[in-house]
């Protein structure tokens, strides 16, 4: 048991969402974030303006963090930032404030990578949440990165499936600008999805060796299809939305479960967690929930405000990187790539 209290200042600025999150030891005292709505008229995430709107709301997100928290920033013990990856300039406005804050404070500086930080949110301190036992499995699904980790423990973590291609979440939003949904549309498709027949089209799954994914294929596939049935009949997108929605999330459900099947069979680890933004898809929450009774496996699946990019996943890795003096300097540096 911690004799004083860690408070923990996180920011995370990796792509359109400015955050910033207080936390006291494992328990998240505010969480808020900002999001960039001018994206949506380009259909998809502009770098140059996303730099631009984290340098806006940087200050305003941080401030009402600390008053939601009720916390002083003399009361702060560490400052935690996402260094990668992400996008530069996006990055690059959280390193920098945080960096100036923590010189200004004179208070330890954490780096946290995005991704290990999607996987430790299970480890907040959540009501009605349980924590998954090392070793376990974990799915990271986002826009960028689809990926199983072998997860040893918080700082020991092995990637041994991730995508050959595209990306889970570039899937969902590239199979709904084709339908014309507007961006980002991988919410659209399971919206609509709910209302539709999953088994109406049937779309063929990628052949990948080993645990590894590939969507290129599928969105080819889909473009064609849609193509295809459009030129026949121009009303079919809106005549059919509910049922390719929901025959599109099928088959995208079917490939992550295949490969974790394949997974557990493989390493023995029946503990499953869940991170990263597709993780709040409702089909795939369900699913994962329901292999509980079917497969016996034991599954985990984050509150879903910290699904998204959020900063209180960076915080609780700011946390558990605090404990054991894990700090950076001001030399550290933002990387768009980043080791895992």
Known sequence: MLHNDVFILAIESSCDDTAAAVLRNDKVLSNVVAGQ???????????????????QNIVPVVDMALKR???????????????????MGSLLVGTSFAKSLSLSLDIPLIAVNHMHAHILAHFIDEEGFDKPEFPFLALTISGGHTQIVKVNSFFN?????????????????????????????????????????????????PKV??????????????LYFIQRNVLENPNFIEENKADICASIQHTIIEILM?????????????????GGGVSANSGIRETLKNAEGKYGWKTFIPKFEYTTDNAAMIGIVGYQKYLENRFNDASIVSKARIEF
């Open 37 to 55: 709505k001018i994206h949506e008229e380009y259909g998809g995430v502009v770098p140059e303006l996303a730099s631009r709107a984290h340098q």
């Open 258 to 274: 295949e490969k974790l099947k394949m997974t557990v069979a493989e390493t023995g680890i029946t503990q499953i967690a869940i």
């Open 157 to 205: 973590m092995e990637i041994i499936g991730e995508t050959t291609d595209d990306a889970v979440g570039e899937a969902f939003d590239k199979s709904a600008k084709i339908m014309g949904l507007p961006y980002p549309g991988g919410p659209l498709i399971d919206k609509f999805a709910k209302e539709g027949n999953q088994k109406k089209y049937q779309f063929t799954k």
């Open 69 to 87: 928290a009720n916390v002083n920033k003399n009361q702060l013990s560490a400052i935690a930032f996402t260094q990668g990856p992400g996008l």
């Open 209 to 222: 060796d080993g645990l590894n994914f590939s969507f290129s294929g599928l969105k080819t596939q889909i």
